[in-house]
């Protein structure tokens, strides 16, 4: 007669040991205690991401930081006048920080034995709450003008944000676009518009009066709109900055 074991039941067997050591009453408050203790992490981390003010440093410890994170103002400086974005404290971030940034945060303040502060983020205009006067980087400071780099989400970029952001650097830029817009404007012109033959100082008088209608233009809709720069907004609070 051939014998039978009956197969081991592991899920059974998991559940004997958990209730050798825990009651049903214990083991509920043992997990309520839990998720309140990480619902009171994320509320703190959200109210310092949310109300942060602008810090002198956190107290990383460097043995363990990744330095491909790490960077300097004037990096973070170029990158947001290149691509016309803002370098702000976070409360004025008005998009959603996502559950991985929260996530990540937690981890570094639990790697680095620290409470992260001061957090300042990178990211277009738009969406920023500013103050009347597509793709974030969440960054906590270091100290000494040295940022590092906690968590980016989102969408990438345009590929040509750099290219069409490039007449809005600073003024020169913008002198040349509109003096290149204006010749290929007085260039597409027909030649018989004003006189049946139009000779060289006819040409240049069009580009004068075309180069004149764009930059009043340019004037109106910058006053009206309250435009500047990137290197007048790239860290300004400021919507018409």
Known sequence: MKL????????SR??????????????????DAAFKEVDNRDSQVIENIENGHEVGGNNFDFDKLDTNRIFHLKHIHKI??????????SKFFKGEIPYEALTRIKTLE????????????????????LENADDPLLFAP????????????????????????????TLENYMCFLLVLSFLTAFILPDNLFTPHQTTIQFL???????????????????????????????????NA
């Open 4 to 11: 039978k074991f009956p197969r081991t039941n592991i899920e």
């Open 14 to 31: 998991l559940i004997n040991y958990r209730n050798k050591s825990l009651s049903p009453a214990q083991l509920m408050a043992e997990v």
């Open 80 to 89: 947001c006048i290149d691509y016309r974005l803002r370098f702000l404290d």
């Open 110 to 129: 639990k790697e680095h034995d620290i409470e992260l502060k001061g957090f300042k983020i990178v990211a277009p205009s738009k969406l920023f709450k």
């Open 142 to 169: 270091m100290g000494n003008n040295y940022y590092y780099l906690v968590h980016k989400w989102g969408n990438d970029l345009h590929p040509f944000r750099k290219i069409l952001m490039w007449p809005f650097k």
């Open 205 to 239: 008088i069009i580009f004068f009066f075309v180069f004149k209608w764009f930059a009043g233009l340019s004037i109106f809709y910058g006053f009206k709109k309250g435009k500047n720069f990137n290197t007048a907004i790239w860290d300004s609070k400021f919507y």
